[in-house]
Structures are given as C-alpha cells and as structure tokens.
C-alpha cells in the first residue's frame, strides 16, 4: 500500500493527533511499514499501550481501503501532504494538516486566493463592505477563502458566488458536518460551485477547540488575510496571528471608533496591519501574481512556449532537482513571484512538486 493511503490511515486512527503524526513521520523511516507494526512497534515509538494496541489490530490494509471506499461513496476527495497537488503555501505554513478532504473543485486550491474573515455579528457597514471587496477581489481572480460561519463569514461566500467567483469554506468540523446547520443550502451551493475543506475526518465529534484550529488552514491557504469587522475576542484575530505566524499580509478595514465591532480590525491596524479602504488596497499587492495568472487555467495541459523565467527555472531544473528555498536563493526572486512561476510550470505540464517542496522536470 503507498505511503498516501498509509498516512490517511494514520490521521484517520483515533488517537493520533497531529504530533504523534509529525513524531511518527520524521524520525522513523519505517512508518511506510505501519501496517505491519506491532503493539509493541508502536510502544517503542512512544505511543501508550492501549493506543498501540488498538492502532496494530485496527490499522490494515482493509480497513484503510473501506475507509477510502466509504469517502469515495459520499464524494470526498482527500488530499495528502505527500501529493504533488498539495497547495505549496500550505506547505509553507505553521503546521499544514497531513490529510485535507474536500468537497467540489480541488483545483481552486492552485489558484491565488485570498482570506475574508470577520465577526458573527456584523453590522449593516460590515455587509455592505465585505459585499463590495469579496466581490472585487473575485472580479480580478482571487479565490476567497472564508468559514462558512455566521455573519461576515457566509457573507462572503454569498458574495463570491453571485459574482459567478469563487470560493473555498474551510470547516471547523468533519467535512460532512455542517455548521451552523442554517448555511445548509450555502454548503450545498458551495459543494457544486466551489470548495468545501476540512481536516477532520468523517465521524469526528464536534468540538469548539477544532474551529481556532480551523483558521490556521485559513491563513494557511492564502496569501492574506482581511478582516472586515471583530470585536477584540473575536476568532477573526486567530484567524490574523496564524496568518502573521505564517508570514503573510494581514489587512483590516476600518470601522467607527464607537462600535465594539471595530476595536479589533483598529486594533490590527495599530499594530501594523494595513488599512482597506477599498479592493485596490488588497490587490495592488498582487498585482504581478495576478498578471503571471492571469491565463493560468487556460494553460492547463498546453504546450505553448515558456517565457523567459519559467525557462529560467525549468533550465535549473534540468541541472538537478531543487527545493523551493534554493530556488529562492538562486533566483533572487520575491516568494510570491517564484511561486506564481513554478506554478504555471507544474499548470503546464513541465515540473512537477515531490514532497518536501522539492520540484523536478517531467
């Protein structure tokens, strides 16, 4: 059985959480053999007694294959960190989950996208101008990336969807949860037109510590983060730090400096964020990635000529497979440039990404 299936077994045992999975995969080459772990294979790489023993009788091949089987009935993909199609700035981020299962279109996680995130509450101004961004932003090709929770979060969906743009919600519960259960039809919606995400396997217990994990995925995902309206215990703020955390742009809009649903979004603002008065705050940040993107669903499977940087990196490529950081290194370029590059070179069929962020010529 191949390491992918292997590691959907793992993340899908109870018992295992992210560091164990982590302990497991990095400091023991023969993880790629668990299904032939012992209970006591597993005590020696520190697991307790009991989960040892209940992960050796549980963990095999058949039981992982009617894992899949039952997934691929209910029409959830899934989506390893071992996948050449596993999404490079998730990679990049703090604790990227092992396993993401999905629901619509896979593909959007190649594209630019950008978090809109804010409180559950929000008022009149807070619709008005998360309308008005969401729909800006995907006028000019930026994927949003949102919650599905109430208020700003659904909000911005609603908003990606009727400009005919799309949207990816990341879940704080099982993918096939939803929550709160009023955004039904904006989850069936968004099944057919967009992405539904989750790292949390099918029959995962609902739990309000897995939605401040949730938001890391968020912030993971995209190259910032705007929040519209927060108050200062607002999730949002998680949603603003893992983004920080993760080296990313952190954007808040301002609000009256009476309303409790703006200390927070001025509160980021003082210390650092920047100010949205409008799209063009956002996007001109972007503006190359954007321009290299442009036509980079249209590119899919062609084999139109290079232009000069992606046969620059394919060039380097051709020399010995590289990592994203040497890339970096070599080339002088911005993060995000790079990444836009290498991207249309996987898009076209001429690189592909191992694990490891390494990438090497077809």
Not at 147 to 161: F, R, V
Not at 179 to 194: D, F, K, R, T, V
Request: proline share 4%; glycine share 10%; charged share 25%.
């Amino acid at each position: 059985m191949d390491k992918r299936s292997i590691l959907i077994g793992l993340h899908e045992s109870e018992g295992l959480g992210w560091k164990r999975i982590e302990h497991i995969l990095s400091r023991d080459e023969n993880w790629v053999h668990a299904l032939d772990f012992t209970a006591t294979d597993w005590v020696e790489r520190g697991l307790g007694a009991e989960i040892a023993l209940r992960l050796s009788k549980m963990l095999t091949k058949s039981w992982i294959e009617e894992r899949l089987e039952q997934l691929n009935r209910k029409g959830i993909s899934t989506l390893t960190i071992f996948d050449p199609l596993y999404p490079l700035l998730m990679k990049e981020s703090v604790r990227p989950p092992w396993v993401l299962y999905g629901i619509g279109d896979m593909k959007l996680l190649a594209l630019p996208s950008i978090a809109v995130v804010g409180t559950r509450l929000p008022t009149a101004y807070g619709r008005k101008v998360c309308t008005e961004l969401t729909t800006a932003l995907c006028r000019r090709g930026m994927v949003v990336v949102s919650g599905l929770a109430k208020g700003i979060d659904g909000c911005c969906h609603e908003a990606a969807l009727r400009s005919g743009g799309r949207t990816v919600a990341v879940l704080g519960t099982a993918i096939d949860v939803i929550y709160p259960p009023e955004n039904a039809s904006l989850y069936q919606m968004i099944g057919e037109q967009g992405l539904i995400l989750s790292e949390y396997p099918v029959g995962t217990p609902g739990h309000p510590g897995l939605f401040p994990q949730r938001n890391r995925i968020i912030a993971g995902l995209t190259y910032g983060t705007v929040v519209v309206e927060a108050d200062v215990r607002s999730g949002s703020l998680i949603t603003a730090d893992a983004a920080l955390e993760a080296g990313r742009d952190v954007f808040a809009v301002p609000g009256q400096i009476t309303s409790p649903k703006s200390r927070g979004t001025l509160g980021l603002i003082r210390q650092g964020a920047k100010m949205v008065t409008d799209a063009q705050d956002i996007l001109e940040e972007y503006d190359v990635l954007l321009s290299n993107l442009e036509e980079k669903e249209e590119e899919i499977g062609s084999n139109d000529e290079l232009t000069d940087e992606q046969r620059r990196i394919y060039h380097m490529l051709e020399q010995d497979i590289s990592t994203f950081d040497e890339l970096l290194m070599k080339t002088e370029w911005e993060f995000g440039h790079l990444h836009s590059v290498l991207l249309s070179l996987i898009m076209k069929k001429a690189v592909v990404q191992l694990p490891g962020s390494v990438y090497k010529v077809i």
